[in-house]
C-alpha cells in the first residue's frame, strides 16, 4: 500500500522547505552503453567554460543510461513509485579539470523524467533537458551473446540528437578497457537567469564525487555513432575508438562548490 505522506512528500510543501525529492544521497542502478570518439582537439575547445580546462585525450563520450533512482527518498519509494524512479539520460561527455582535479563534464544532456530536471538541473546544475529516449533491453532470460547488437536513440521535438550501436565481442574480463581512465568526479555549472534582471546569471560550478561505484557485467565491441543535432555537429566528424555496455551502481552525495561568478548578457 502506498504511503500518501510519503508521497506527499514529493511535492512542494507550503512551508520553509522547498525541495521536490530527498535530500539525497542519491542511489543509482542500471544499464548503460558508451561510443568513446576521437577528436581534434581545436573541435573540443569551444565545450569547455573557464576555469575547466579538457584533460586527458581528446575524447569524448555518447552515452545513454536506463537507470533507477530512489531520487533520495530510499530504495522503498523507488518500489512503489516505478513511472518516477526509472527513467533514461543521454549524455554527451568530456574530460575536464579543475586545479588539478580531472572529472566529468556534461554540458549536454536529456531525460525524459521530473527528478533529474528538478534536482539534476536546477539544484546541481547538470545541463538536462527533456527528450525522448530508447535503449536495447538485455534479454531477461538468456541475456546478451557475442554478436548482439545494442542501440541507443536520443531525440528532441521528433529530431534526432544523436544515435549509437554497439556490436558485443569482449565480456568479463576479456572487455577492452575504455581508451580513457574514468573517475568518479562530475563537474556542473548551474547557470541561473534572475527572474527581475534576465540579462543577468548566477553562474555556481559545483564538484560532486560519485561514491560506492560498482560495475556489474561488462561487454566491449565494436561501436558507431549518428550525430543529428547542430550543437554537436563540430563532433561529428570523430573517430570511433571504444565502445562498452555495462551495468553499474552508485551514489551521488552532496556537492563542493568551487566558484560563484555573475554572468552579463549585452543586447
Known sequence: MVDMAEQASTFLDAGEWAHPFGVGPWHFEGETLTIFVESDPEALRPYFPLPMRPSGPSIFRLTVHALRSDCGMGHGWAARNPRRSQFHEAVVAFNAEIGGVDGNWDPFMWTEAEPQLCVGREMYGFSMRLGEIALTRRPALHGWNRGDVVTAQCSRDGRLVFSIAMTLDRTGSEAVPPPIRPTPVFYTRRTLP??????????????????????????????????????????????VVGARWSTFEMTKDRAELIERSVARREG
Open 194 to 239: 534572475r527572474p527581475d534582471s534576465p540579462m543577468i546569471s548566477d553562474v555556481a560550478i559545483y564538484r560532486t564525487a560519485m561514491r560506492g561505484l560498482r560495475t556489474g557485467e561488462v561487454w566491449s565491441g565494436e561501436g558507431a555513432f549518428e550525430i543529428g543535432d547542430e550543437h554537436l555537429q563540430p563532433l561529428a566528424g570523430g573517430k
